[in-house]
């Protein structure tokens, strides 16, 4: 990200998302900070709670229940805008505390925005809507990103947020081929980096030719979707599937 923001002048410099076990808050703010100042202001920070325990027990990191996850996720987020926002942070949290802490200097952006990842109804959306300047879903359908869209449009309804304060997204996988060759390609791709993931659910990809992957984003556009992200995996790439994407799809979106 850091060689991102100096070689760049234009893109938002961000990560959907880091997984808060991995960092404390102070460190991740700082480190934010001093990326908001190499970028010129073009920092954004998204968080998540954490799922992939194998990687947590890799690196040896405590890898605890989902709702421990979640009530760290909703003090990191209190933090982190203590941490950009105010001269000094104060937090006396059962998971992080802050003491007069110091974050200087502060971000070149008057706020920071704070994105929060995940589609967990009971807690994660609620974190979401008290606290999030932006809301990310990973790899799902249409419909199903509108349903979680809707359980976030409640939660911002009964903690008093105006929801369109928060910009809806998704990323999305990409699969898309240039012609029916490469979509038959992109296909076996597709089922060699998904077939031993076991989340449930995961059906958002651009797959086929542009004029299904055109239908595909029409209907992401339908459902609420404001931005989507296109989540590019390991390479090699198909550089000639990209070019049909930007020249056969974008155009019908602008």
């Not at 599937?241 to 155009?251: C, G, Q, R, S």
Request: proline share 5%; net charge neutral.
């Amino acid at each position: 990200m850091s060689a991102a923001a100096s070689d760049t002048t234009r893109v938002r410099i961000g990560s959907l998302v880091f997984a808060i076990g991995y960092r404390s808050p102070g460190l991740l703010a700082k480190s934010l900070t001093a990326i908001d100042h190499l970028s010129g202001g073009r920092v954004e920070c998204g968080i998540g709670a954490g799922w992939n325990e194998p990687e947590y027990q890799a690196y040896g990191y405590t890898f605890p229940s989902i709702g421990t996850r979640e009530d760290q996720l909703e003090e990191y987020a209190r933090a982190l805008r203590l941490l950009f926002d105010e001269p000094f942070a104060d937090l006396e949290g059962e998971h992080y505390t802050l003491r007069h802490a110091p974050n200087r200097p502060k971000p070149l952006q008057p706020h920071v925005p704070l994105w929060i990842g995940g589609a967990g109804e009971k807690r994660t959306l609620r974190a979401a809507a008290r606290f999030a300047d932006g809301w990310n879903a990973p790899y799902l359908s249409p419909e199903i990103w509108k349903q979680k869209n809707e359980v976030l449009d409640r939660w911002c309804d009964k903690l008093g947020r105006d929801g369109a304060e928060i910009a809806r997204t998704i990323n999305v996988g990409f699969y898309l081929g240039a012609d029916a060759a490469g979509a038959a390609r992109a296909e076996e791709r597709l089922r060699r980096e998904w077939s031993r993931d076991s989340r449930t659910g995961r059906t958002g990809f651009l797959r086929g030719t542009t004029k299904e992957v055109r239908d595909t984003v029409g209907a992401f556009a339908r459902a609420g979707v404001q931005q989507l992200n296109v989540a590019l995996r390991q390479g090699p790439y198909d550089w000639e599937a990209l070019d049909a994407f930007v020249e056969e799809v974008i155009p019908s979106f602008r």
